[in-house]
């Protein structure tokens, strides 16, 4: 059974960046019928789409968080990551890992999600 | 303000039979299939539908899924106490780069 674990700082200063990191057990990352996504939702709100990842690095951001959004994927370890520059108060949220497929935007498994604050 | 429009609450008795909306347009759920997931208190979304009436494994058959146009439609059945959650819609937006989306999300009370 697939497995998604986030991983991480749970508490982040303002202007600075937040890291993430997802451990997924239970199946490759490299299988090519899946993206793997970032999703948050802030403290009562409902969920944002961050960003989607393929095994061989394509990346698609949400257009509304602008350069700010960095993913990457270590197949080797069978981990992809987030990274979120200039980071504010609005950043607050648990933070969901995903995969996703194998049709696009549909999230078949997730992870547990952390709540990474951000505050000085 | 989501993409994709869901009313924000929908209440019904138990044994009853609940539908939740999703109004989006031609560049999302009117060129791509859609999703459902349902979020218990204090847990991660679930995936109920996938490709706009499709169950995964193990999702039981009071949950159903279809879709008309730009419009997507959640529906339970014989509603349970435990299904009091809130549900989101998602799909793809063309006019995103290849962005997806989701809904606001529905609060569902069983009363």
């Known amino acids: 059974q697939l497995q998604l674990q986030e991983s991480g700082p749970r508490l982040v200063k303002p202007s600075e960046t937040l890291s993430l990191t997802c451990t997924v057990s239970g199946g490759s990352i490299s299988n090519v019928d899946f993206y793997w996504g970032w999703i948050r939702q802030p403290p009562g709100k409902g969920l944002e789409w961050i960003g989607s990842i393929y095994y061989d690095g394509s990346t698609y951001y949400n257009p509304s968080l602008g350069s700010r959004v960095t993913m990457s994927v270590d197949t080797s370890k069978n981990q992809f990551s987030l990274r979120l520059n200039s980071v504010t108060a609005a950043d607050t949220a648990v933070y969901y890992c995903?995969?996703?497929?194998?049709?696009?935007?549909?999230?078949?498994?997730w992870g547990q999600g952390t709540l990474v604050t951000v505050s000085s | 303000q989501s993409v994709l429009t869901q009313p924000p609450s929908v209440s019904a008795a138990p044994g009853q039979k609940v539908t939740i909306s999703c109004s989006g347009t031609s560049s999302n759920i009117g060129n791509s299939y859609v999703s459902w997931y349902q979020q218990l208190p204090g847990t991660a979304p679930k995936l109920l539908i996938y490709?706009?009436?499709k169950r995964p494994s193990g999702i039981p058959d009071r949950f159903s899924g279809s879709k008309s146009g730009t419009s997507a439609t959640l529906g339970i059945t014989g509603l349970q106490t435990g299904d009091e959650a809130h549900y989101y819609c998602?799909?793809?937006?063309?006019?995103?780069?290849?962005?997806?989306?989701f809904g606001g999300g529905t609060k569902l009370t069983v009363l």
């Open positions: 998602g799909t793809w937006d063309t006019s995103l780069s290849a962005g997806r989306v």
């Open positions: 995903a995969r996703e497929g194998p049709r696009i935007a549909s999230m078949t498994d």
């Open positions: 490709d706009n009436y």
